[in-house]
């Protein structure tokens, strides 16, 4: 076995046992991504001699008896993290060689905890978007079909994990990105509550929705990944003061006592049959492991995208405001004028996704339309937050797919940004209530296409999410399937 | 035709508190550009901002002190806009639950006082600064103030004169001195104020079309002003032609206001909540702490001054027309006991070096300046000594004891030394002696003037006055 096809917790252990070195273990990811990138594509900058420097680092503190707890482990983290010692693009031209002057506080948790960060991955420009075609450099592919979408807008972030080119990785979703390029491409990736982990350092999307999370090759990395980037940061207001626990405790076996809520509004029209089947297969391994399965409602889930793409708009146009060319990142050099240079930095920084939302939010947040955009879509937001605390007096938490398809081909979606909005009607609902949410493998297409399976949960219950998620992953026995790599 | 003025004033006060409104960079006036910034304040991607608490207290301070009511809730909301010294491209500032709404302040002008209303206060923070360079084709940016807290204080339009204006603009900017919740200065841009200034004819209850005047960095420059503008809109309206809605600088040089240049949008800042701070709540409890923290205020303060120290009003406004000032005045009552005394004597010698607001910069301390005066009340120096000595204590802010012993300047109360100088005088001015005798008795006036020519002043005058009745009176030998 190669070290790199390894998961996080075992690669830890062959290190702590002295097996293996970081060096060997960084190279081993070093030379897999060599091999696998240019059918992938899920990196947009590889840091080879930083990640190697840092393994000799990892090695000696290993020696010297001082090992974090992700010490020596090569890790890779999506592209709108911000990081001292790599470039940080979000996918954007207007931020092609920003290098941020600090560090995110996940990065910096997890350089504490001693991992190593290999690279900045692809995702969709500014996290807009669902398939990663709008990343400004290179557009992922699905590791287990050529030429179909790995989804987005982390989409680097599953890639690397479904190709074995980092132990785990970090993404952020702000209406499903962590969740939807998971199931897409067969990985574990979870959303944790709204201010369960530290924004600070993640460029802003949507700041009332966004949220980073880990993409991991199984539940127990992803419950490792918790434990290291998890927590209250005097730097984020919005972070909250809630003590973290070993999320590795929750991880046992059986759900006794547990109550599964499934919403119908979760499989109405649209969603694919073989989709359906293997998520209402997942649920029955779910009974037998010991959980209650009960129906629920989530009456007002039909007004989640309509709500979220006013919401997320317009947070985005006032967050992106700052990208003018005055301070940092690309600037037009033949302009005239302030108002020519910030229009014509503008014009040719941002991509079409990002203009179009930046658009839509500033008509959302305009005199005039105020009130019947911005300010209704809040109020329907707070009734969509009333539904869920109504389901979970009633269970624990509620499963559902993840996506309405598996992955499409690259391009086919691409001129039409309605059909890619109404794809992520499963996810936002998350994002909007705060709420956790994961997804876990479940099965696969006929095609060989992975589907997952959406758990979600109370506020600061990740520990429910990753104990059913482990659940299922013990049952569905598809945790060895790999993609065909070369 | 009669016009009647309505002005209403926007004040923004810059909080003292150490470190800015949303990072810990100083707010420390005059540094290095660029020097006082840090990631949050330059608007870097990914940053979010965590909001100082003074600036809340400082806020509900002031809102306690103009009786304004404090919304428990408080929202930070965005006023979206694009300029060069504004990093994220939006201003955090507050826009539907500001900090306090609806209070007021009693103003003073001719004698007649009035309520002026107060619609909001907000808290806010400061952009940076834009620095054109000379013969230079680029702007440069500062951002050091970027992120300096402000208070931004709306009055209702009921200012109805420029002397009500610049009487309520001193009136807050005294209020946020006892505060000490800004430093005040004018100058530096730590205290600025913009005015709408509308006319409409007597009577009428409609407001006329106002212009908004910017760039009055003074009590003076905001008088002038408004005067102006007054002027103005009155020729406008009196030749029947409409005022402008416009935004106009006052011009210093010129002494007028002059439109301001580029051309004027019609901003929408597309405010909405800003999602990375959460609601601001304050409870009965913080309120009250802040209420027992308040020092007494300008206005108590007078009221207390008159009946306290048994001073006319005239007084007892200016002795607290700053906190300094006021402290002064009863740091040196502590040790002498006439307070209308020192009260002329401050009002005269002192206020005529240092402002109210520039007390602290005086060398005299107040008990010095009480011993002065008790020098005086004891016979040691006369008043107009008095003076000499205290213009060197202005200058070395020696003891006044020390200033007399060492020029000396003792006062001459040694009947005997004085009466031969006394009996020389007589002898010397028959004429005037002559005219004294006649009932002329005004004149003693003059001999004292010159027993004070010849002691330099130190001579007793109660003992000279009494020495040359004597003499005179006495007629010639
Ligand atoms: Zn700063």
């Keep these: 076995m190669e070290f790199f096809s390894l998961t996080l917790a075992q690669a830890k252990k062959q290190l702590e046992l002295g097996n293996i070195t970081s060096v060997q273990l960084t190279e081993s990811i070093l030379s897999r991504i060599a091999a696998v990138e240019p059918r992938v594509k899920a990196f947009i900058t590889l840091d080879r001699d930083g990640a190697l420097a840092q393994a000799e680092a990892a090695d000696r503190q290993r020696r010297a008896g001082v090992a974090g707890e992700l010490c020596g482990l090569p890790l890779a983290v999506k592209d709108v993290l911000c990081t001292s010692t790599m470039r940080t693009t979000c996918g954007s031209k207007i931020l092609e060689n920003f290098v941020p002057p600090y560090d995110a506080t996940v990065i910096k948790k997890l350089k504490d905890a001693g ?65 939807q390029p998971a199931s897409l491409c067969g990985v574990v990736g979870m959303k944790p509550t709204y201010g369960r982990v530290s924004r600070y350092g993640l460029v802003a999307f949507a700041s009332s929705l966004d949220q980073v999370g880990p993409l991991t090759k199984d539940v127990r990395d992803c419950a490792l990944m918790m434990n290291v980037i998890s927590g209250h940061d005097q730097r984020d207001a919005t972070s909250v003061d809630t003590p973290v626990p070993d999320y590795t405790a929750a991880l046992q076996d059986g759900l006794k006592g547990v109550r599964i809520g499934v919403p119908p509004e979760y499989f109405s029209q649209g969603l694919d049959p073989e989709v359906e089947q293997v998520v209402r297969t997942g649920i029955e391994m779910l009974r037998e492991a010991g959980a209650e399965i009960k129906e629920v409602s989530l009456p007002h889930t039909e007004y989640c995208v309509a709500v979220y793409y006013l919401i997320a708009p317009a947070e985005a146009s006032s967050n992106l405001a700052r990208y003018d060319g005055v301070r940092y990142g690309y600037r037009a050099g033949d302009a005239d004028s302030l108002v020519e240079m910030y229009s014509k930095t503008r014009s040719r920084g941002f991509g079409d996704e990002v203009k179009r939302r930046v658009l839509i939010g500033t008509y959302a947040l305009s005199a005039g339309y105020y009130d019947a955009y911005y300010k209704k879509a809040s109020r329907v937001r707070t009734l969509i937050r009333d539904d869920f605390k109504t389901v979970f007096d009633q269970c624990d938490l509620v499963v559902s797919p993840v996506t309405p398809t598996p992955a499409w081909m690259i391009g086919e979606k691409a001129d039409d940004p309605l059909a890619l909005y109404l794809s992520d009607i499963l996810t936002i609902s998350a994002n909007l209530a705060g709420i956790p949410g994961l997804s876990v493998p479940a099965g696969f297409s006929g095609s060989g296409l992975p589907i997952g399976m959406q758990m979600q949960a109370a506020h600061f219950n990740e520990e429910v999410l990753l104990r059913a998620a482990w659940n299922l992953e013990l049952r569905a026995g598809i945790k060895d399937r790999k993609p065909e790599l070369g | 035709m009669e016009f009647e003025t309505v002005i209403g004033l926007e004040i923004h006060a810059q909080m003292k508190t150490r470190s800015k409104i949303f990072c810990g960079c100083s707010t420390e006036f005059g540094a290095p550009p660029n020097t006082h910034v840090c990631p949050v304040c330059l608007g870097m991607p990914g940053v979010l901002p965590v909001l ?179 002027r103005r809109q009155r020729d406008v309206l009196l030749d029947g032609g409409e005022v402008v809605q416009e935004t106009l600088l006052w011009n210093p040089d010129k002494n007028r206001t002059e439109p301001m240049r580029g051309k004027e949008e019609a901003h929408d800042y597309r405010y909405f909540p800003d999602p990375d701070l959460p609601p601001v709540f304050i409870d009965e409890e913080w309120i009250e702490r802040m209420r027992a923290s308040l020092p007494e205020l300008p206005d108590p303060r007078r009221q207390r001054f008159m009946t306290a120290f ?168």
């Design chain 1, 115 to 179: 991992a190593i960060i290999v690279g900045k991955l692809a995702m969709d420009e500014f996290a807009m978007g669902s398939t990663c075609e709008n990343c400004a450099y290179n557009v992922p592919e699905n590791p287990w079909k050529p030429g179909y979408v790995a989804g987005g807008s982390s989409g680097g972030s599953a890639v690397a994990m479904a190709a074995d080119e980092s132990l785990a990785s970090l993404g952020s979703d702000t209406g499903g990105s962590i969740r």
């Design chain 2, 52 to 230: 100082n608490r003074q600036v809340v207290e400082n806020a509900i301070k002031l809102a306690l002190a103009t009786e304004l009511t404090i919304n428990r809730e408080n929202r930070f909301a965005r006023k979206n806009y694009f300029y060069p010294d504004l990093p994220k491209g939006y201003q955090i500032s507050q826009f539907e639950l500001p900090i306090a709404e609806h209070g007021r302040v009693e103003i003073e002008v001719d004698g007649a006082r009035r309520w002026i209303g107060i619609t909001r206060a907000h808290m806010e923070e400061d952009a940076g600064k834009l620095i054109h360079a000379e013969h230079e084709p680029e702007s440069y940016v500062d951002l050091n103030r970027a992120g300096t807290p402000l208070l931004e204080i709306v009055s209702e339009p009921d200012l109805r004169s420029p002397d009500e204006a610049v009487a309520y603009l001193k009136k807050i900017h005294a209020i946020v001195r006892y505060l000490d919740i800004s430093d005040g200065n004018m100058q530096e841009g730590s205290f600025r104020c913009d005015a709408n200034i509308s006319l409409r004819p007597m009577g009428r209850q409609e407001f006329g079309i106002r212009t908004e005047l910017k760039n009055m960095n003074s009590f003076k420059n905001v008088q002038l002003a408004l005067e102006y503008e007054v």
């Design chain 2, 310 to 477: 048994d001073l006319p009003a005239y007084d007892a406004g200016i002795l607290t027309a700053s906190r300094e000032l006021a402290d002064y005045f009863e740091t040196a009552c502590a040790t002498y006991d006439q307070p209308k005394k020192l009260s002329n004597w401050i009002g005269t010698e002192l206020l005529r070096e240092y402002g109210p607001e520039r007390i602290g910069e005086c060398p005299v301390r107040p008990e010095s300046l009480a011993r002065l005066l008790i020098m005086i009340e004891e016979g040691a120096i006369s008043g107009k000594i008095a003076k000499t000595v205290f213009a060197a204590m202005l200058e070395s802010g020696t003891e006044p004891d020390v200033i007399v012993k060492e020029k000396g300047l003792v006062q001459m109360s040694d009947e005997g030394a004085l009466q031969a100088l006394v009996q020389e005088i007589v002898a010397v001015n028959p004429a005037q002696a002559q005219q004294f005798r006649d009932g002329k008795t005004k004149v003693l006036g003059f001999f004292v003037g010159q027993l004070m020519q010849k002691t330099k002043g130190q001579a007793n005058p109660q003992i000279a006055n009494k020495l040359f009745r004597q003499a005179l009176a006495a007629g010639p030998e």
